[in-house]
C-alpha cells in the first residue's frame, strides 16, 4: 500500500530547489528544510535500525544527523523534489551503517556478525538472516549487474519509499519498479543463500 504524498513535500521542494540553485537564501534554505524532512528521515533510521542486531548501539537520531550531514555536503547533487532527497537520504543512511558495521567487525577481527533479515522484503519465504556487510556486498554485485534494481532495493527496502516515490526518483514507471523489486528481491535471496 502506497501512503499518501505529505503536504510538505511541494514546500521541501522549493527549499530544495532554492539550495541547488545558490540563490542568496540557500542557507537558510537547508536550515528550513530539516524540520520539514526529520520525521521522515527518523521513519528510514527506525526502518533501518529494525533490521540491525537488538543491541546496536546507533539510535535513530545519531543515524539521522550523521546522514544529514553527509547530505549537506553534497555540493554536485541537482535537487528535484523531496522524494529524491529521502532517496538519497537512504543511500547516506545505508552508507553509514555498513562503516559502522566494517569498524566494529575489524575492531572483532571478524567476530561478532552483524545480523539483518530480508524478511520484510514481500514474497521471500523464510529468508536466512545474513550480515549487514554480507548485504552491502550482494547489493554491490546486483548493482555491477544492474544499476537501476540495486537502486529500487535501496529505495524501497531501505529508504521505505513506495513504489510510486521510487518511480519518480528513478524516473521510470509503477511497472517497471514492480518487476524490477521482484526480480531484485529473488537475485538477492538466491545470492546471500549461496553465500551462508
Do not use: C
Amino acid at each position: 500500500m502506497d501512503r499518501p504524498v505529505r503536504s510538505t513535500s511541494s514546500s521541501a521542494t522549493v527549499l530544495l530547489l532554492n539550495w541547488t540553485a545558490g540563490a542568496v537564501g540557500a542557507e537558510a534554505a537547508r536550515a528550513e528544510l530539516l524540520p520539514l524532512v526529520y520525521d521522515e528521515l527518523r521513519r528510514i533510521a527506525r526502518v533501518y535500525l529494525r533490521r540491525e542486531r537488538s543491541h546496536h548501539t546507533l539510535q535513530p537520531t545519531a543515524l539521522v544527523h550523521e546522514a544529514y550531514l553527509r547530505l549537506i555536503d553534497q555540493h554536485s547533487v541537482d535537487w528535484r523534489n523531496r522524494t529524491q532527497f529521502l532517496g538519497l537520504a537512504a543511500t547516506m543512511m545505508r552508507r553509514v551503517l555498513v562503516n559502522y558495521a566494517r569498524d566494529r567487525s575489524a575492531a572483532k577481527r571478524g567476530g561478532g556478525v552483524e545480523r539483518v533479515t530480508l524478511a520484510a522484503a514481500e514474497g521471500v519465504a523464510d529468508p536466512p538472516a545474513v550480515d549487514v556487510l554480507a548485504l552491502h556486498e550482494a547489493l554491490e554485485r546486483l548493482q555491477a549487474v544492474d544499476v537501476r534494481k540495486s537502486r529500487v532495493v535501496e529505495l524501497k527496502f531501505f529508504g521505505g519509499l513506495t513504489t510510486d516515490e521510487a518511480a519518480e526518483v528513478l524516473d521510470v514507471s509503477h511497472a517497471t519498479v514492480e518487476r524490477d523489486w521482484t526480480l531484485a528481491r529473488a537475485w538477492l535471496y538466491d545470492s546471500l543463500s549461496q553465500r551462508g
